[in-house]
């Protein structure tokens, strides 16, 4: 299901038997509130039905369990939105662009919306190798009177001025502690909204591979958890376009050796490592999702 | 409690990032219907209640159905409601949000009708769960004319009594007409009486109630129950005997018919496409289209097979021309067909030919659910490959004894199901999943042991033809007896011969490339009783509730002690309604729900049962089931093929008929000296697989 894992280059071997031209598109779309609760699994899976639903041809990767020609920059997961997301399709036999966009633009379901859709380079490298950074938006929901501002600004203040904020995360069941000050380059309070009652943060961070800051750490390292939120991814910043490099330009490269020294140490099950017995059936079925469970009881 | 939709929109947007997967409350799916509220032209507003969390409901297809026959009236409105995971629960009371519909968030308060799905026992208490989120009594008999009419459909309806004390009425057999039958009878009584004109309009705020003294909610009653299929628990009374058994089940009302006799649709309607498209996973995320309803193989277990009879197909075209429509207003990547026995479909193999080949290249996948061992088609398997992974087929052999096959009626040859096996294998499909029932009538550990051989063979024949990548997933349940099948005077096994039978079948499917589930035995009790229970188990249910028993379903939340608390506390017994074996003389919880079978038929297959005697496919040879009997003007308005039924009338016999189930032959072990119409193992389906083989 990871779509950042695999190398967007084509692979001779991959080619489908009738070698139809291809033509890369990248659609830039919004993620907005209606739909803010979907995780980055849902996200794929709306794209691929909306492209069914459109009828384009999208080009499908072979084997067993043909993955589509469909690639995301970054996921945004639940309880974060984005403004100007973009994502790479390929569809074999090319249409003619004019048309893609009508056809998305009729099929999409609510609460995302199509920006811009421009054709690009077969052999532009993946969108998410070139990444940089990332600004956000972070609403906070509170009543007049229920956070005060200068709670905020102080407490940014403190974020700011310590060199080492830990946090921990968990990777594929592994437990890993990393140091999210470095990552985040700017934090700023942006004012109050009473007509939609939001306090407004605004974050830059970095945005690499092994070395990205999250907006939900940073809100949670803030101490402010508690509160309803949107987190809003308002820009990426990619090494592609000269603009976003010189922005990014002032801060520094941070690298994944820096935040993260001592990588967590637990060894890998040796071969011929006993499968337990089988146990009781909840609590093997705690930890697997829906439809895994619900694959046991039907086709 | 919070009111108008704002207000619940306001609370909510403070407490979902608190939950898990808080997109199941969000509502504002792709084909969801908003309707406006403040619309006059609306009559009628219908809640259609699923009781458990979204992710098992929103691909439930009878709820589908209903939500979009009557959202496509421009003068009703239906909307959804799922019951709440604990933590959103536990919120929700906290902040007093009550329960609300995902389409335009308003109360269940708000709604004329509320109509739950009772597809299953495990449900039940949810339904309870959900009532008192919306703040109306639990108890139908405490509702005013305030609170909007609580109804009931679905299959769990045919034993209605354990969930009478909780309902206005409860619809028996196929909801797709009688919906609006009822809807349209309460719309009248509302009207006459001026009833319930509070409401709320775009914003905010009620406005005025215009009421003139109204009398109780009987009169409502009184008019629903003169719609057939409608069953109105307060209208009848029930007497028992000394022993705790039924002495009569009796109409307390002129109006109430002595049988409530289930409601069929003559032709299936045609089927939804535009179904919504939830934004996240839900069990069995795809498009579901039913091409038959019914079965005609009379297995002596199956409910679903005696309830839902007649059988009627639906064209081949109607159906090519939905999944076109489907992938077209949804875009899902699979698409499965449902039946009870999907190769007993007349044109399933032109039915998938089709599709594959104008959808193959989308990689659309093909769920055929529900296949028969015996008339499997090779072919079939092919034309199944194309599209996208599945890891294999699901078959449900139930018992791997000759024996006991006799005895459930779905007589399969094992040599068939190892051929089938490996033609499965030898096409690299890895897994091939099984189930199988214990607690059958007279079966023995011999019988269990046999389902683990018959596994290990099933593996071995894996093994040979794909190596290690080969496995087989055993799935194990423990037999209930459902009312209107010929088991339901059967007792359920006991416990202790439960669990050693899966002691010993634990002891025998281990190793690699076998993986063996089982149902807890707790689990199925609380089955057993929900199902086979009377009037009294209402009490139970509330009081189990009461102590926390919730979510059945979900192993996490299974509360057993609730349970036996409960029961200890009205002084009833569960075993006693579980696993007491029934004198076919008694009169059942069930006796005044007609399935439209004759109690003959389900006496003459229960005797068949413990003789072995295996009775034929009804496309074969008709019985006399009594849906014939009991459908008369139906069958006679339909055309020859749009049921499975014999026609009626002169000069029509289709097949042969008889007015008992004659069986085509009996076990030789168990009825040695009987002779049936063969004296030897014959077939069900004599003439071959029913599908129609495509002209190549």
Redesign the interface.
């Known amino acids: 299901m990871s779509t950042t894992a695999t190398d967007y280059d084509l692979d001779p071997a991959d080619t489908s038997a009738t070698e139809q031209p291809r033509q890369r598109i990248r659609l830039i779309y919004e993620k907005g509130e209606l739909v803010k609760f979907i995780s980055h699994q849902d996200e794929f899976r709306l794209w691929e039905r909306t492209l069914r639903r459109a009828n384009l041809p999208l080009l499908y990767k072979q084997g067993f369990n043909p993955q589509p020609f469909m690639q995301f920059a970054s996921p945004l997961g639940v309880g974060i939105t984005g403004l100007r997301e973009p994502v790479d399709i390929t569809l074999s036999p090319p249409v003619p662009l004019a048309e893609v966009e009508r056809l998305i633009r009729e099929k999409l379901p609510p609460g995302i919306h199509l920006q811009t859709i421009e054709e690009v380079p077969l052999k532009t490298p993946a969108l998410y190798s070139l990444l940089i950074g990332a600004d956000y938006t972070i609403l906070l929901y509170a009543e007049p009177g229920e956070l005060a501002s200068s709670r905020i600004t102080q407490r940014i203040e403190e974020f700011l001025a310590q060199s080492e904020i830990v946090r921990e995360r968990e990777r594929k069941g592994e437990k890993y502690t990393y140091n999210l000050r470095p990552l985040v380059f700017v934090l700023r309070y942006a004012g109050y909204d009473s007509a939609s009652e939001e306090h407004r943060i605004f974050l830059r961070v970095q945005q690499r591979e092994g070395a990205t800051g999250r907006p939900d750490e940073v809100v949670a390292a803030l101490g402010f958890d508690d509160f309803a939120r949107t987190l809003r991814r308002d820009s990426l910043y990619r090494s592609d376009q000269p603009a976003d490099v010189a922005t990014f330009a002032a801060y520094p490269v941070i690298s994944q050796a820096e935040i993260q020294p001592t990588k967590s140490s637990r060894r890998k099950p040796k071969w011929g490592y006993k499968r337990q017995p089988p146990k009781e059936q909840a609590a093997v079925a705690s930890g697997r999702s829906i439809s895994e469970r619900a694959g046991d009881e039907f086709v | 409690m919070l009111q108008t939709p704002k207000q619940i929109t306001r609370a909510l947007?403070?407490?979902?990032?608190k939950v898990k997967?808080?997109?199941r409350y969000?509502g504002?799916?792709?084909n969801s219907i908003v309707k406006d509220w403040a619309n006059p032209a609306i009559r009628g507003k219908i809640a259609l209640a699923f009781p458990d969390i979204y992710?098992l409901g929103g691909s439930n297809l009878g709820l589908m159905v209903l939500y979009d026959l009557i959202n496509k009236r421009t003068d009703l409105l239906a909307e959804r409601v799922y019951c709440p995971w604990p933590d959103f629960e536990a919120l929700m009371r906290r902040d007093s949000i009550p329960l609300y519909s995902l389409e335009t968030r308003h109360r269940l308060l708000d709604f004329d009708v509320i109509g739950f799905s009772l597809p299953y026992e495990q449900l039940y208490t949810n339904v309870l769960t959900m009532l008192d989120l919306a703040s109306i009594p639990l108890r139908a008999a405490n509702r005013t004319p305030e609170h909007p009419l609580v109804i009931a459909g679905g299959s769990g309806c045919y034993n209605p009594e354990p969930m009478s004390a909780f309902f206005d009425a409860m619809v028996i057999g196929e909801g797709e007409e009688i919906i609006f039958e009822v809807v349209a009878v309460y719309a009248a009584w509302k009207r006459e009486y001026g009833i319930r004109e509070t409401g709320y309009g775009v914003e905010d705020g009620p406005y005025p109630v215009s009421r003139i003294p109204f009398p109780n909610r009987k009169t409502l009653l009184e008019r629903l129950v003169k719609i057939p299929g409608v069953y109105v628990p307060a209208f009848y009374d029930v007497s028992y005997a000394a022993d705790g058994t039924i002495a009569a089940i009796t109409p307390n009302h002129p109006m109430a018919p002595p049988e409530v006799l289930k409601r069929v649709v003559t032709v299936m309607p045609p089927p939804v496409t535009k179904f919504i498209?939830p934004?996240?996973?839900?069990?069995?995320?795809r498009a579901s289209i039913e091409i038959m309803r019914g079965c005609t193989r009379g297995c002596r277990f199956c409910q679903a097979g005696m309830i839902f009879r007649p059988v009627r197909e639906r064209p081949v075209d109607e159906v090519v021309q939905a999944v076109d429509a489907m992938?077209?207003?949804?875009?899902?990547?699979e698409v499965?067909f449902l039946s009870l026995s999907s190769s007993d479909y007349t044109h399933v193999e032109e039915l998938v030919r089709r599709v594959t080949d104008k959808h193959g290249t989308?990689?659309l996948s093909i769920?055929?659910?529900?296949l028969r061992i015996e008339s499997f088609s090779v072919d079939l398997m092919d034309l199944l490959e194309k599209g996208?992974?599945r890891s294999g087929?699901?078959f449900a052999p139930e018992a791997a004894t000759d024996r006991l096959r006799d005895v459930i009626n779905k007589p399969i040859a094992s040599e068939d199901l190892l051929r089938t096996a490996e033609e499965v294998y030898k096409r690299g499909w890895t897994t091939i999943?099984m189930y199988f029932m214990i607690g059958h009538p007279t079966q023995t550990l011999e019988d269990v042991q046999a389902i683990a051989d018959l596994s290990k063979q099933v593996l071995a024949v894996g093994k040979r033809v794909l190596g290690k990548k080969a496995n087989v997933?055993i799935?194990v349940s423990t037999l209930v007896p459902k009312p209107h099948t010929p088991f339901q005077w059967v007792p359920m096994e006991e416990e202790s011969v439960i669990r050693a039978q899966i002691e010993l079948l634990?002891q025998e499917l281990?190793g690699p490339g076998i993986?063996?589930?089982?149902n807890?035995p707790q689990e199925t009790l609380v089955e057993a009783f929900l199902t086979r229970g009377d009037r009294r188990i209402s009490d139970v249910i509330e009081r189990a509730w009461q102590l926390g028993a919730k979510l059945e379903g979900w192993?996490?939340y299974?509360n057993f002690p609730a349970w036996q608390q409960a029961f200890a506390d009205f002084g009833l017994d569960m075993d006693w309604y579980a696993r007491r074996a029934r004198p076919t003389a008694e009169v059942l919880p069930w006796e005044h729900i007609s399935a439209g079978l004759k109690k003959q038929f389900l006496v003459d297959e229960y005797v068949h049962t413990y003789q072995g005697g295996v009775v034929d496919d009804c496309r074969e040879h008709c019985f006399s089931c009594g849906i014939l009997g009991y459908f008369k003007e139906q069958r006679r308005a339909t055309a020859d093929e749009a049921w499975c039924c014999p026609p009626l009338g002169r000069d029509k016999a289709r097949q042969p008929v008889d007015i008992t189930p004659i069986p085509l032959y009996f076990n030789d072990d168990m009825a040695p000296d009987k002779v049936g119409q063969f004296d030897y193992r014959v077939p069900q389906r004599r003439a071959g697989t029913v599908s129609k083989r495509v002209q190549s």
């Open positions: 947007d403070r407490v979902l990032h997967q808080p997109a969000t504002g799916e792709l992710e498209v934004f996240i996973d839900v069990v069995h995320n992938i077209e207003a949804c875009g899902f990547e499965s989308q990689k769920g055929l659910p529900s996208r992974r087929f699901t999943k997933r799935g634990q281990r993986h063996f589930t089982w807890n192993g996490e299974f």
